[in-house]
């Protein structure tokens, strides 16, 4: 998938489903799991370590899993993907409005788990990838702009100069009478 691993974040109380999911990403090297139990937890390790995937439970010891998504969100826009056992209509919409990736209802497969992680990181990294091309980008036409202002004003000061030439021959030449005696003939 790429050369540097995808960093993902797992917050869940459920030390069984945690090791699981650990296991089975790390099994595959392209990601690293970090495992928290609690939200306080989590935003602690997201000040340290910035994840491309969140992992959460909707309910954990000191909150839930959308209250975690608003403040991660503040900091990081990654893929956040929910799991819960029974959601309600309004934690739906919520998770809507927060863009949360998916919500999967309990029990899940732990495939289907992993698979979500995976579309989730590569779409995290294309996007990725078009930021820092976008910088780029806007980088590359800054320093055109820039070259292209300074040869307009080289250019400007080149016709000047050009235009200053042509004035003091066309003064020598009138002063030397050579265009009077010329007219004469």
């Keep these: 998938m790429t050369e540097k691993p995808v960093q993902v974040l797992v917050v869940n109380g459920d030390e069984e489903l945690a090791a699981m999911v650990s296991r089975c990403l790390e099994d595959t090297s392209w990601a690293e799991v970090t495992h928290v139990t609690t939200a306080s ?25 959308l209250s975690l998504t608003r403040e991660l969100r503040v900091t990081n826009h990654c893929p956040v993907i929910l799991t819960t056992e029974q959601p309600t209509a309004e934690e739906a919409v919520e998770a809507l409005r927060l863009r949360i990736t998916d919500v999967l209802i309990q029990p899940f497969d732990i495939a289907d788990l992993i698979e979500l992680i995976r579309v989730a990181a590569e779409r995290r990294l294309r996007y990725r990838h078009r930021q820092r091309r976008y ?32 004035r003091n021959l066309a003064q020598k030449v009138a002063q030397s009478g050579a265009l009077t005696h010329d007219l004469k003939e």
């Design 41 to 65: 937890d989590a935003i602690c390790e997201e000040l340290t370590t910035r994840h491309d995937v969140v992992v959460a439970a909707m309910s954990l010891p000191d909150g839930d899993g």
């Design 135 to 166: 910088r780029r980008l806007r980088s590359m036409v800054s320093r055109i702009i820039r070259e292209r202002r300074d040869l307009r004003q080289r250019m400007d000061l080149i016709c000047r100069d050009l235009v200053h030439a042509y």
